[in-house]
């Protein structure tokens, strides 16, 4: 259970947040002054600080640096109003991971909170490279191949260097782990990490949020925002999906590596930053410089070291390791005994193509832990969890990958406006649908199932308005 320390001499606001974030599944531990969360903060490290930067005592930016002095991992969330918030912006530059305007947007406060906890686990979350440590470490890259120990031996010779890192690899393959087990053993270890998916952040907002913007730069810019680059100075930035970055963006991209500054939208000062950029894609970049959509000077830039993920079918006889990795580390999670899996089971695993990767490799596993009551998963179970019909296309009479391509393709045809956001709301609709409906509309368990945060699911139940009834409500 995530863990939200809450700072403000403000009683009311105090116990509203501590009844809203408990009813969201946090554990919600309350300060009245600067003093008192640094105290807090020492005493037992939280997953996120949401602050008032007015108090008695001590100034906010005061408690914001000695709780950085603590642990400058920790993602701090200042609380403003409009009036102060060139303090947030301040504090925003030191580090801090976002500010929020009172009075709140509920919705939008849950969500920035649920980012930093997973920002803030990402940094602090130790990623073993090999199955060396593996059990101790929340997250493990797994492989004995000989591809496997190459990229081990080019993770150890990149990671001390302050080299910029272009990761690839297929969708699944674990491009995140590697950029993560980059920072956790560079000389930045220390630093903010903060990740941008370039695809998960519309076009029109991904250039503000990557260098942030002056007042009244567009229409809605009410004041000064810093950017996630110029937020991780000292630190490390990882870059996913950057071979989807539009051309526009690429440029300034291409200025930062360059001459290692940024400018923010609709400003002319020049500020310089001192960051990591690792970045990863599972595009053919060649191609897509040969085509012209992305350029080829900031390729060059990119691949002054190159790690290459293999895909999971070309290396079969890692996934009996994997498969013992995800069931011991689910287990753990699930607080129950790892149940181990029979050989004929493991067999079958291993000789599936896995289109997704790791991933789906992990995700068949876990799916099958949640509804197999400890008992040793054996090939029926394997089967049911991987959905064998579904994912060949058995029920609709066709390669599922295929009807999708041909929806996309239609709906492309369309021309409607915000189409992206459209398909990506109606896939995630689908998919959040079908894991209530085979938990019983049990939201932890689907939230476990999907690898969301609870936090996360309820938004997205609420976004979406899906109406499914528990019908295992102790456990939920």
Not at 75 to 100: C, H, L, Q, R, S
Request: with cysteine; net charge negative; aromatic share 6%.
């Amino acid at each position: 259970m995530a863990q939200v320390l809450i700072v403000d001499d403000d009683h009311q606001l105090r116990m509203s947040f501590e009844r809203l974030l408990a009813a969201e599944g946090y554990d919600v531990r309350t300060a009245s002054s600067g003093e008192a969360g640094i105290a807090a903060v020492r005493e037992a490290l939280p997953d996120v600080v949401v602050m008032d930067v007015r108090m008695p005592g001590i100034l906010g930016l005061e408690a914001y640096a000695a709780m950085r002095e603590i642990e400058p991992r920790l993602p701090v969330i200042i609380m403003t109003a409009f009036g102060t918030t060139d303090i947030a912006i301040e504090a925003t530059k030191m580090g801090a991971y976002d500010y929020i305007l009172k009075p709140f947007d509920i919705p939008e406060t849950l969500r920035l909170i649920d980012k930093a906890v997973a920002a803030g686990r990402a940094m602090r979350a130790r990623v073993a490279v090999g199955e060396e440590g593996a059990a101790a470490a929340a997250e493990a890259i797994v492989g004995r191949s000989p591809a496997m120990q190459e990229l081990y031996k080019a993770i150890g010779r990149a990671a001390p260097t302050d080299a910029t890192v272009l990761v690839r690899g297929e969708s699944g393959t674990g491009k995140e782990l590697v950029a993560r087990a980059l920072y956790q053993h560079s000389q930045r270890a220390g630093k903010p990490f903060l990740v941008i998916n370039c695809v998960a952040i519309p076009e029109s907002l991904l250039e503000s949020e990557l260098f942030g913007y002056e007042k009244g730069a567009f229409t809605g810019a009410a004041g000064r925002k810093v950017g996630k680059i110029e937020q991780a100075d000292h630190g490390t930035v990882f870059l996913d999906e950057i071979g989807d970055m539009p051309l526009t963006i690429q440029a300034k991209l291409l200025r930062l590596l360059q001459e290692r500054n940024v400018e923010r939208l609709g400003g002319r000062q020049v500020i310089p930053v001192d960051v990591r950029i690792i970045a990863a894609t599972n595009r053919d970049l060649e191609d897509a410089v040969r085509q012209g959509l992305f350029r080829e000077d900031l390729y060059y830039r990119l691949k002054v070291v190159t790690l290459s993920l293999p895909p999971l079918r070309e290396r079969p006889g890692d996934i009996p390791l994997l498969v013992r990795y995800f069931l011991d580390r689910f287990a753990r999670d699930m607080g129950q005994p790892d149940p181990g899996a029979s050989e004929a089971a493991v067999e079958f695993l291993r000789a599936q193509p896995w289109p997704g990767n790791v991933r789906e490799l992990g995700n068949t596993v876990k799916k099958a832990l949640i509804f197999n009551l400890g008992a040793p998963l054996g090939l029926d179970e394997v089967k049911k969890a991987l959905d064998e019909p579904m994912r060949n296309g058995a029920v609709s009479g066709g390669d599922p990958e295929e009807s999708v391509s041909l929806l996309i393709r239609r709906e492309l045809a369309s021309g409607r406006e915000s189409l992206f956001e459209d398909l990506m709301d109606r896939f995630g609709q689908q998919v959040i649908r079908e894991a209530l409906t085979a938990t019983g509309g049990n939201r932890s368990q689907a939230a476990r199932l999907l690898g969301l945060s609870r936090p996360t699911l309820l938004a997205k139940i609420e976004k979406y308005g899906l109406r499914i009834e528990s019908r295992v409500r102790q456990a939920d």
